[in-house]
Structures are given as C-alpha cells and as structure tokens.
C-alpha cells in the first residue's frame, strides 16, 4: 500500500530582546529513498533569506541558514508532500547463520557507528539495573529479540509529554519509567548497539490511520539492520513496526544528529521555543 501525506511543521523562536543574528541548521526535509518518494518541500523564514542545502554524513538532506539582521523572533514553516511504501514485512525470524553474518557486517563503515556508543544512547549503571529487573536478553534470534524488546519498553513505559526534556539522558526514563518517544528510541538504541546490532535513530512524524489530519509534534523511533533482511523500523512507543504511518525525515545515532533544528544566536535573553505539526492523510494521491 502507498499512502500520501502533507506536513505542515512550524519552529518558532521568540526572544526577550531583538536578537542580532541567527545562525541555524535544520532536518526538516523527509528522506527520498526506495520506502519514501517526495514530491514536494519547500522552507519559509521570518526574517526571509537564503538557504544552504546540504547532505549530512548519514545521508540526509539538511539547510543551513544565516539570518545577520535584528529581529525579535525567528519563525520557520516547512511543507512536505510525501509517498510512505509500498513496504515489505520483515520475516518472522533470521535465516541460519544470520549471527556470524552479522558479526562480519558490522566492521563496514557504514554500520559501525551505528554499534557503538553516541551522546544519548549509551551503557549506564541505570541502563544495566533496568535490564536485569526486566529480564532482557537477547535470546537465539536478534530480530526476534529485537520485537521482544520493543514491546517490552512499551509495557513498562508510560508516555508523558514533557516528562522529560530533549537532553535528557536515558537515565531520566529508565529511573522513572515515564517520558516520550526519542527517550524510548535512546533506551531500544542502547539495548540493540550493547547486543551488537546495528541501530539508528530516526526523526519523523507519525501519521493518522485513516484519510484526515492531525495535529502534534514531530516523532521518533528506531531502525535495526539484520543480515539478508536490511533495516528494519521498531517504535517501542506504540509497539509497532515501521509501516506507512512512518515518515521518515533524517537518521543518525540518536536525537543529537538529527534534530528538527540546531543553531545558536547573538544577542541578550532568552528565548521560547514554539513547535507546531500538522499532518494530513490524503485520501488519495493528489493528480
């Protein structure tokens, strides 16, 4: 099944004292790949100005900008339209010999910084304590074990917006069992890298199950690679796999690669950060 969708995601910066100069990246763009197909996006700024386009080292397609002019807020409106599949389903479990395969894979250098450590999904004490109470383990099958862990993070989490803050250290959950999607991503991340299996992050948006709009914040899950399988998508926060709700903006080894914007401004005071997705199901692909 291919399913079409508009996105509409709005950043805006208001600051307590005009500002001198806004220097800016942003992940905003849905990746072009064989699962996604973009037929539009387009950036809008307030204060206006020219864009950078950009490819990262994960392969997404960022924008700079520069804004060297006063100005009491900074505003960004993206719009996306978007194809989500058709996409396979991953099989039951890993053909035999999928371990050493798998051992031998992730010497290459594109999975190899997906095995390791990065800012927000790495080993802790508190991460250590959690697996042992639950009884995780990798068990014969990583893509098994893989299902198994997803479900199990959305069993003992409790979703609760603004729980946590986007740098929180996985500590924060794994202590208090409640925050929000890119924590459940850093914690599965964490697990899957500790079992020797490739993981990323990914940043999106989630969309609606049937033809209409919804209005939210952007999303986040995971995506494991197995050999003669390829990447495979878990969001431990809705206990799914990834299906065509999922669309997919940038990937990397967690939120600090990717976020929907990053940057710094002179000038004095602080500033409030406004966020605001809409997402449309179409009923049918737009001629």
Not at 92 to 120: D, I, K, M, Y
Not at 160 to 165: A, E, F
Not at 184 to 192: G, L
């Amino acid at each position: 099944m291919i399913v079409s969708y508009t996105v509409e995601h709005a950043i805006r910066f208001d600051y307590e004292t005009p500002i001198q100069t806004s220097v800016m990246t942003l992940y905003l763009c849905p990746l072009r790949d064989r699962a996604q197909t973009v037929h539009e996006f387009s950036l809008r700024t307030d204060p206006e100005g020219r864009f950078f386009e950009f490819t990262d080292p994960f392969g997404n397609t960022a924008h700079f900008l520069d804004r060297a002019r006063p100005h009491p807020r900074f505003e960004v409106r993206a719009h996306s339209r978007v194809e989500v599949g058709p996409l396979a389903s991953a099989p039951e479990g890993l053909e035999p010999g999928a371990s050493e395969a798998l051992r031998s894979a992730v010497r290459t250098p594109e999975l190899w910084p997906l095995t390791h450590p990065s800012h927000f999904a790495r080993p802790s004490p508190a991460l250590d304590r959690f697996v042992a109470k639950h009884n995780i383990a990798l068990g014969d099958d990583p893509l098994v074990g893989a299902r198994e862990l997803c479900a199990k993070l959305n069993d003992v989490f409790e979703y609760i917006p603004g729980h946590t803050q986007v740098d929180s250290p996985i500590e924060d959950i794994l202590e208090t069992g409640r925050g929000v999607c890119q924590d459940y991503a850093h914690v599965m991340a964490s697990i899957m890298r500790g079992w020797g299996v490739p993981c990323r992050y990914v940043s999106g948006y989630l969309g609606p199950e049937a033809a209409g709009e919804a209005t939210g914040e952007s999303h986040a899950w995971v995506e494991c690679w197995f050999p003669g399988v390829g990447w495979v998508g878990f969001d431990p926060t809705n206990n799914t796999e990834g299906d065509e709700r999922h669309v997919r903006v940038a990937v990397g080894r967690d939120y600090a690669d990717v976020p929907p914007s990053r940057g710094v401004f002179r000038g004095n005071g602080d500033s409030e950060l406004t966020t605001e997705v809409k997402i449309e199901r179409l009923s049918k692909n737009p001629a």
